[in-house]
């Protein structure tokens, strides 16, 4: 009777791991914007899950993953990715790297020379998997196929680790 017991509870014990482990959101399976462990980001002042904060103030947020970064203005959203795989594009006049920071202003999508480095842009804020910030005419949504941005007539981008896409 004890040898029953004992293996029901190992039973019991190896089931709640494996569902841990493989349940999303609980520490199991990588999203695709990342593969790279997370960083720790502070929670506060972050939208909840599929709300749309608007704001007319600057507002800098991280995906979990902790591997793009982006900051929004009035003026439009610069992102940071830290980790890709896609090729790097190439950027008219620009003798430094490029493929990490990409912008959308009125002028449009497109990356930028990278001769002063990555921008460091702090401790940021999470911005959860299907959240989505709005500052001026600018939306992003954070999702775990990357992020998302986008002006108010729709023109933006789709970062994430393996590629980019413009939109629309």
Same mark, same amino acid.
Request: hydrophobic share 35%; proline share 7%; net charge negative.
């Given at each position: 009777m004890r040898a029953f017991l004992l293996v029901d509870v190992v039973l019991v014990v190896l089931l709640v791991v494996v569902l841990a482990v493989t349940l999303p959101g609980r520490g199991g399976g990588a999203a695709d914007d990342d593969r790279a462990p997370a960083t720790a980001t502070s929670a506060t002042a972050s939208p909840t899950? %599929? #709300? &749309? @904060? $608007? #704001? =007319? $103030? *600057?507002?800098? /947020?991280a995906l979990p993953s902790g591997n793009i970064t982006c900051e929004m203005s009035p003026s439009g +959203? +610069?992102?940071?990715? %830290? #980790?890709?795989?896609? &090729?790097? *594009?190439? !950027?008219?006049g620009c003798d430094a790297g490029a493929g990490h920071v990409v912008r959308l202003d009125a002028d449009g /999508?497109? /990356?930028?020379? =990278?001769?002063? @480095? !990555? *921008?460091?842009?702090g401790t940021p804020v999470e911005l959860a998997y299907g959240a989505t910030q709005s500052v001026g005419g600018y939306t992003c949504s954070s999702g775990t196929d990357g992020v998302t941005c986008t002006d108010a007539a729709g023109v933006g981008f789709r970062l994430a680790r393996a590629q980019w896409v413009t939109l629309p």
């Open positions: 899950s %599929g #709300s &749309a @904060g $608007r #704001s =007319e $103030r *600057p507002v800098t /947020f +959203v +610069v992102c940071t990715i %830290g #980790s890709f795989t896609y &090729a790097a *594009p190439q !950027v008219t /999508f497109a /990356f930028q020379c =990278e001769d002063d @480095g !990555v *921008p460091d842009l």
